[in-house]
């Protein structure tokens, strides 16, 4: 039953799948010190619904198995004709990742429900209050690497993740967790531009340019802005850098030049790109990360 399942998991292209019990997270520890110490910066919704985060059965009664899924996205970077990029999980020319993966989950949890008639489930991408890295971990799929990534070996670190929750009895024994396999490679601590990556596995959000682009409402400082190179959404540094990701450093024009981007009204940006992850920071955001880049070019 279980081996039918990934091979409908593996068919709609999912490159990892693993289980894990509805247990504490191993990294719960972690993450609650990190919150403590103010390392989420403003982002003040990761503090809440400690409770869930700590018991994810409360996200579904009942709950037996966490499944946990990794979807990859392309190592080529997206790039504007005059080559700014932004990072390579935003795919532009595509909806939004939550709407697109959720798309592709719903799939498995027919197929789910066909092997477990009745089983309740409940679709996660990134959204509900769960340690989606934690138990991927204790799934099996991939280890967190010191920029905490989850890699997942012979793949690397360009996924995104997903969960299903389900009362159906999935879980099986013997299932362990990978060792981490970084060993003495510091390249992703040693290549961020702007040292967020104070510590191996030790973010502080208010420094890291995926958050300063996106997340941040202010404006990007002009120290900020020379540390951007030629990205104004995200940052996939320490991803590229590491040694398990495949080195690719091509570019596949996806963007409309940076003077269209300046002069783009909202109604176009929205028809253009209302519906893909860019729509996460709004065009205003853009067009100042975009001024802070080409400042300093």
Not at 54 to 77: D, F, M, W
Not at 116 to 126: F, L, S, Y
Not at 147 to 173: C, D, K, M, R
């Amino acid at each position: 039953m279980i081996s039918s399942f990934i091979k409908k998991a593996k068919h709609l292209g999912f490159v990892a799948v693993g289980m894990s019990r509805p247990e504490r997270p191993v990294f719960f520890d972690r993450f609650r010190e990190w919150i403590a110490d103010g390392k989420q910066a403003d982002m003040h919704w990761l503090g809440r619904y400690m409770d869930l985060r700590e018991n994810p059965e409360k996200l579904l009664k009942g709950c037996r198995t966490i499944i946990s899924l990794a979807y990859p996205y392309s190592p080529a970077k997206p790039s504007t004709s005059e080559g700014f990029t932004i990072a390579r999980y935003a795919e532009p020319e595509k909806a939004d990742y939550h709407t697109r993966l959720k798309s592709q989950v719903r799939k498995l949890v027919k197929t789910l429900l066909t092997l477990h008639p009745g089983c309740k489930t409940r679709i996660c991408v990134d959204s509900a209050p769960i340690l989606e890295r934690s138990f991927a971990y204790a799934s099996g799929i991939g280890f967190i690497g010191k920029n905490n990534a989850l890699i997942v070996p012979g793949h690397g670190s360009y996924v995104f993740l997903a969960e299903i929750l389900t009362s159906a009895e999935l879980f099986q024994s013997g299932i362990q967790s990978l060792e981490n396999q970084c060993g003495a490679c510091n390249r992703c601590i040693s290549a961020c531009p702007t040292g967020a990556l104070e510590a191996p596995y030790t973010l502080n959000a208010a420094k890291c340019l995926s958050y300063l682009t996106i997340e941040y409402h202010g404006e990007i400082q002009s120290s900020d802005g020379q540390n951007m190179g030629d990205c104004f959404f995200g940052c996939d540094v320490c991803q590229e850098v590491c040694p398990f990701n495949e080195c690719i450093s091509s570019r596949t024009v996806r963007l409309p030049s940076t003077d269209e981007m300046l002069t783009m009204e909202e109604a176009e940006f929205q028809i253009r790109f209302g519906e893909t992850a860019l729509s996460r920071s709004g065009l205003n955001k853009i067009k100042s990360n975009i001024r802070a880049l080409r400042s300093i070019h």
